[in-house]
């Protein structure tokens, strides 16, 4: 991942993540996950989903517009 990218969205559901890139995806935004398990127990760790900082605005509103928002 480049540097300055911006997180927009976490969960500690990897499938959501993956579900949030793939709506900016088709929406033409490039996007990037950052997994991090807990190095104790993987399925208790947090992944979080990157853009660039000039389509950041863009894609959380994507993201608010197919209900795809913070827990």
């Known amino acids: 991942m480049k540097e300055n990218w911006v997180k927009i969205f976490s969960s500690t559901d990897l499938v959501r993540v993956k579900m949030a890139e793939d709506v900016l995806k088709q929406e033409g935004i490039v996007s990037h996950i950052l997994n991090k398990p807990d190095s104790a127990m993987p399925m208790l760790g947090e992944a ?3 853009t660039m900082p000039e389509n950041a605005d863009q894609a959380t509103k994507v993201l ?3 209900s795809i928002e913070q827990e």
Do not use: A, D, M, P
């Open 48 to 50: 979080e989903l990157y």
């Open 64 to 66: 608010k517009l197919h």
